[in-house]
């Protein structure tokens, strides 16, 4: 498997419900993955899980790529 050697920072959709996983290097500022949420009418506790699991999976994409080198060495 090789290396992908990306940065990435997380970052809520401007205009969507969604956390964005965007790269940071030098001429990637590009959406690497966009993670969507659902808001839940009448019904504010299911509304905030959902988020929070959108941004773990998201935190998930983002450790994995900016750790990448580590967890290659380990497989």
């Known amino acids: ?9 997380i970052r809520h959709s401007e ?21 969507p949420y659902d808001i839940i009418n009448g019904n504010e506790v299911l509304t905030t899980a959902d988020r929070v699991e959108a941004l773990n999976i998201a935190k998930f994409i983002a450790y994995c790529l900016n750790n990448s080198e580590e967890i290659i060495d380990k497989v």
């Open 1 to 9: 498997m090789k290396d992908p050697k990306l940065e990435v920072e």
């Open 15 to 35: 205009s969507k419900t969604a956390w964005n996983v965007i790269g940071t290097g030098l001429g990637g500022r590009y959406k690497i993955a966009k993670v």
